[in-house]
């Protein structure tokens, strides 16, 4: 009789908790690439940062300032390039997130909306 009882007892648990879970699963994978997305971006513009303050620290004359600032359109323009591509990302994985939660949402109202 007990056994029966806490049988029952778990799967209604187990059910109840389910879409806990698959939200749960949802936001750690989402977290997972926001995560992964601003460590690329902070190597990424560390290592141009750094590749900056090399050739800035090369400028010994006329000539090498002169190429260094030519050198500055090219860094600027990647720079512009990396954070458009970064924001898309960032957005794409928005979108992919809004629309797993979206189908989340309408599984379990369709499980608890009477036929």
């Known amino acids: 009789m007990y056994t029966e009882m806490f049988k029952t007892f778990s799967d209604q648990t187990e059910k109840t908790l389910a879409p806990y879970v698959k939200f749960n699963k949802l936001?750690?994978?989402?977290?997972e690439?926001?995560?992964?997305?601003?460590?690329?971006?902070?190597?990424?513009?560390?290592?141009l940062g750094l590749s900056q303050l090399k050739a800035a620290s090369e400028v010994k004359d006329l000539q090498t300032l002169t190429s260094f600032n030519s050198s500055q359109l090219e860094a600027l323009t990647k720079l512009s390039q990396q954070m458009i591509d970064d924001s898309n990302k960032l957005s794409s994985i928005a979108q992919e997130f809004k629309a797993d939660v979206d189908a989340?949402?309408?599984?379990?109202?369709?499980e608890v909306t009477p036929a």
């Open 27 to 31: 936001f750690t994978k989402n977290i």
């Open 33 to 47: 690439e926001i995560t992964e997305l601003q460590l690329s971006a902070l190597r990424s513009y560390s290592d």
């Open 104 to 110: 989340l949402v309408a599984e379990n109202v369709k």
